[in-house]
């Protein structure tokens, strides 16, 4: 089991879901800022996602939990996530930095809860990179 202690989002939600993850996958950082990290390396990351909303699906879910995890895990599990579509050059020059997985996350998700009748809200991914380092991405503003 999983256990992490991560900031919760100010929500006006009647519910909050959690779905908690990790995964492997390896990536660098084509840029001279990055130090050593310009080199291939990977990393066992910890990921939560956190859904509000104020109504349920015919079925009872906010979202499946299930529904999360092929999003994310089945997505990235075992990848070099430069490879990624969401990476690729036509995207600009976006590099697979921890807070730029972090939002990609999100826009993966949100994109599939756009698609829901009962319209639930990614308010946040928390990435964990290593033990000591992780981002939190938040939207500024929900999308209508």
């Not at 895990?73 to 996530?81: E, L």
């Not at 730029?100 to 996350?105: G, R």
Request: glycine content about 4%; overall charge negative; charged content about 25%.
């Amino acid at each position: 089991m999983i256990q992490q202690i991560y900031p919760v989002p100010d929500h006006p939600y009647e519910y909050e879901l959690n779905k908690d993850m990790h995964f492997a996958a390896a990536h660098y950082i084509p840029h001279v800022e990055a130090g050593s990290c310009q080199e291939v390396h990977g990393h066992t990351y910890f990921a939560n996602i956190t859904i509000g909303g104020d109504r349920l699906d015919d079925s009872g879910f906010l979202i499946n939990f299930q529904h999360i995890k092929k999003l994310i895990h089945k997505r990235f599990d075992h990848t070099m996530i430069n490879e990624d579509e969401r990476f690729s050059s036509e995207r600009g020059t976006e590099f697979p930095t921890t807070e730029v997985v972090a939002k990609v996350m999100w826009e993966i998700i949100q994109d599939h809860l756009d698609t829901l009748p009962h319209r639930p809200q990614c308010l946040q991914v928390f990435l964990r990179e290593t033990p000591t380092s992780y981002c939190i991405y938040r939207p500024k503003r929900k999308r209508s």
